[in-house]
């Protein structure tokens, strides 16, 4: 079956800009999260969405959001660009949340803010 | 400050050796997973224990969880270059959260 994509795969945006970025979770999976990953700060939890519904939240500001449409794709979004965003965000699928089985991860969109 | 401590941060090591990599948090957790993760991809599962105690093996990987729930650790024995990458350990609740890995490289 097919994996998590995460599309675009590399993106270049100049700061004070928005940026849009899109996944689609494996055929079934209900349960979409975003990850933030830096040399610095390692992988940083964005949110959580699962049938549509933010469940659970990270740290992050507010120019961080996301939604989840009805057949479970979601796209997170980022507003007002700042050098400190370039990063590699990564989007995870699974059933019905981490649990057990665990998360299947997208190869992520490698963000650079010039 | 991370959740989960993982050490080394760093660990270089010539194939055939056997190394430990350690995960550590104040925290209680209802599973912990270990991830690999290679350049340029997203982490890829490599386990979930889930029982205080539990140890797990796969293939030259063993995998211990903690009897209080709250720490791991990820033995390899007879390491190939083909292990190296990025080892993460993942805390799981309500959501997931990561430490900041374990950078592996194993030389011929």
């Known amino acids: 079956k097919a994996g998590v994509t995460q599309t675009p795969r590399y993106l270049i945006k100049t700061r004070g800009q928005q940026v849009t970025l899109s996944c689609s979770p494996i055929?079934?999976?209900?349960?979409v999260s975003w990850y933030q990953q830096t040399p610095g700060q390692g992988l940083q939890f964005l949110f959580e969405?699962?049938?549509?519904?933010?469940?659970n939240k990270g740290n992050f500001p507010g120019r961080f959001s996301g939604r989840q449409f009805s057949n479970s794709r979601s796209e997170m979004n980022v507003s007002t660009l700042e050098l400190g965003d370039s990063a590699l965000y990564l989007c995870?699928?699974?059933?019905?949340?981490?649990?057990?089985?665990?998360?299947?991860f997208g190869s992520g969109t490698r963000l650079t803010v010039v | 400050t991370q959740l989960l401590e993982q050490s080394p941060q760093f660990l270089s090591i010539q194939e055939g050796e056997n190394l430990t990599v350690y995960c550590n948090s104040s925290?209680?957790?209802?599973?912990l997973q270990w991830y690999r993760q290679e350049p340029g991809e997203g982490p890829v599962l490599l386990v979930t224990?889930?029982?205080?105690?539990e140890v797990k093996k796969l293939k030259r990987l063993t995998f211990q969880f903690g009897d209080a729930r709250k720490d791991s650790s990820l033995h390899i024995t007879a390491a190939q270059p083909g292990d190296t990458g990025l080892y993460l350990c993942?805390?799981?609740?309500?959501?997931?959260?990561f430490g900041a890995g374990t950078r592996l490289t194993v030389k011929p």
């Open positions: 995870a699928s699974s059933l019905g949340g981490a649990g057990v089985i665990g998360y299947t």
């Open positions: 055929s079934g999976h209900r349960s």
């Open positions: 969405y699962f049938s549509e519904t933010q469940r």
């Open positions: 925290s209680v957790f209802s599973s």
């Open positions: 224990v889930v029982t205080g105690g």
């Open positions: 993942a805390g799981v609740n309500n959501d997931m959260r």
